[in-house]
């Protein structure tokens, strides 16, 4: 599976993005699909994850309630849409694919795609 992340950008703090991730391969859903994010000098983190079917969803506990992962299997995306963003939220966006669960451990994700920057300029 080959992932590539897009629609990072510039925003004001409140605004709103959308982060789309296009993958390559017919096995999409079949996997589990992840967002994680790392700022500069921090270490990746888990922003939010979604099951092969789209039918179970996990977020970070900070960023519940501003941020909504989904996907369109037919169309093999995923997207990550995030309100009210925050200077805070400024950071490289990665998306992930896991063959097996939906952890938050970075380590045991087995795709994973280039990366989108976001800042959030306050």
């Known amino acids: 599976v080959q992932l590539q992340a897009s629609g990072g950008g510039l925003v004001q703090a409140g605004g709103s993005l959308r982060l789309s991730c296009a993958a390559s391969g017919r096995t999409f859903s079949s996997y589990s699909m992840g967002w994680f994010r790392q700022a500069p000098g921090r270490e990746r983190e888990f922003v939010a994850a979604?099951?092969?079917?789209?039918?179970?969803?996990s977020y970070a506990d900070s960023l519940k309630g501003r941020f909504t992962i989904s996907r369109d299997n037919a169309k093999n995306t995923v997207y990550l849409q995030m309100n009210s963003l925050k200077s805070e939220d400024t950071a490289v966006y990665y998306c992930?694919?896991?063959?097996?669960?939906?952890?938050?451990?970075?380590?045991?994700?087995?795709?994973w795609g280039q990366g989108t920057q976001v800042t959030v300029s306050s």
């Open positions: 979604i099951s092969w079917s789209g039918g179970g969803t």
């Open positions: 992930a694919g896991q063959r097996v669960g939906r952890t938050s451990t970075p380590n045991s994700w087995n795709y």
